[in-house]
């Protein structure tokens, strides 16, 4: 549900690719959310929707950051898994 970058940098274009695949753009946007309020950043809508990422103080999360707080990660990826399987299911 992300790439990471050399530096660290995650980046969620590959999210955003799924979500368009089964016309679920609703659980691209909710895990966005989810990790922006995870790592207290936010979504930057202010891109082309397909190229929405989370902004930290910061700038970028680092992978490093989501590591920190591996079981809410985790169970966000889990959540947001289980709808996209969902969501391709009902197309």
Known sequence: LCSVRETGAVEFYALTVK???VGARQVAIDYLEGLARLLGGRVDYNRH????RILTARGLP????LLRKG???????SDTLRRFQEAEEES
């Open 19 to 21: 979500a368009s695949e």
């Open 71 to 77: 079981e809410e990660w985790k169970a966000l990826i």
């Open 62 to 65: 680092k992978v490093s950051e």
């Open 49 to 52: 929707e397909w190229t929405y």
